[in-house]
């Protein structure tokens, strides 16, 4: 399978080391990116070879079998748009973005339309450029897929494969779905991160200064980029609010317990917390526990 | 230093370790728990020698030099009324307790009031119990040590010392201080990746069969043990509404700015909790990089 990735930051440049490491044929990979720097960049960290990358979109894909848009959210049906004028009929598009359902609305507004399935691998980080890119991030990552149900079996089996490959479990839903779950999931995580952070550090004790793991680990995704995330943000408005929303409804629980110093409430509500958390299975690791001893 | 260790969960465990290990004469440490399970648990598991348990506070503090308290917050002062009538009169008394105020208050009217320095080790997890306890917990946390103006300077010293040797940083500051420090970087934080928790699985959508990374980290302490959280929130209250409520302002500030679709707003807001957060210069480490690999 001959795999185009177009557009080389942290899942692009991921994407490369991986392919790069398990297909080392000089064929096997093309890489696009707008800027030559960014290309440069990521032939000096040995993330592809000098010969697999192209300053044409054209250069990139005219031989492949997967086209992988790896840019930011509102950028991606304009260039899937301009993939499929020059890529081969067998071709399949796919990318890598948090929203889903916008992005697959406006593709199918193109002549990519037929062509595209939308991905969404859950495996960024707070790091961002072609300079974070590394091997093993999609490890065990969760990937959802969003296929639309015009698209063929093989198509879709061939997108899944890929992303099985590179370690991901996958999952498929609607965009609807997805949009709705990462909303959750993702997108008010960051939101509320970045309240913390903003609440925390302006205070004038400066508490920050003597914060622990855990305000590091709670605030951690609010590292993240913000022209990138605020593009996410506004690209799934409608969901990010309602789970704004039933978040604050939760939190105004917690507030009020406290208030009337109703202690039994305050246990019962941490405690749910504890034990679904611990139902979802995400409590430990050995990598986790390292970390925690610090 | 001869040292007692009163409570022999996560933290007291963790500190009978380290003592252990630098300190392998069985004279150097006692350790005292209310159950014989407990400490029998503790020998079990390496955590001391049978010579250096005893199920009397008398008999484990009797030639001590440092009694370190490590049971929940509630039953601090009592102990340490407990210790100081049958401690040599040189040893001092200090805790681990994540609220100092009213601890510091109610200590200050028993016997142990000369001889008691509050501490507080910021190194805990979500783990609880002798069965966690691990050499290492303390490397690079932050303790604050909250001594009243009275304290001697060799006492504050001892305090200071054991703390240090196991590999705290040091900071002091007044038990009402360190209440709303702690308040903003560690007791926020618990209430909303509760809350959080507890808004995401409860969805009908079941979004948290999905969560990477992201939502894994923001809510892990809400893993924390929900009794001594909840009695931790009593003790607090004060400090804890009054950070939720500013929280909440910070909260209500991105769901405006997304509500209008100010997106240079919504930017800017990400932006500068990206740039605070970065400032505290809590974003990395190698086996943070490790962990969000998985």
Known sequence: MKIAVLGVGLLGGSIALELRRCHPSPEALR????????????????VCGAEQISLTVEGAVKNADLAVICTPPASVAPLAEEVATVMPGHCVITDVASVKKSIVQLVGETS??????????????HDSGVSSARLGLFKSATC??????????????????FWERLGCRIF??????????????????????AALVNFVCTLPEEPAKFCGSGFRDTTRVAGGPSEMW????????????????????ELERIMM?????????????????????????????????TMEAE
């Open 112 to 125: 990519a339309s037929g062509r595209f399935i939308g991905s969404h691998p859950m495996a960024g980080s």
């Open 230 to 249: 605020a593009e996410i943000f506004m690209l799934n408005k409608d969901n990010i609010l309602a789970a704004l929303s039933g978040f604050a409804v």
């Open 172 to 193: 498929t839903m609607t965009p609807e779905d997805h949009d709705r779950v990462v909303a959750a999931i993702s997108h008010l995580p960051h939101a509320v991160a």
């Open 31 to 46: 890489l696009w990116a707008r800027r030559r720097e960014t290309l440069d960049e990521a032939v000096r960290l040995g």
């Open 257 to 289: 317990a406290l208030q009337k110093e109703d202690v039994a409430e305050i246990t019962k509500l941490l405690e749910e917390a504890r034990c679904r958390r611990a139902a979802i299975g995400i409590g430990r690791s050995a990598d986790i526990k």
């Open 144 to 161: 959802i897929i969003t296929p639309s149900p015009l698209v063929s079996s093989e198509d879709l089996s061939r997108v899944q494969t």
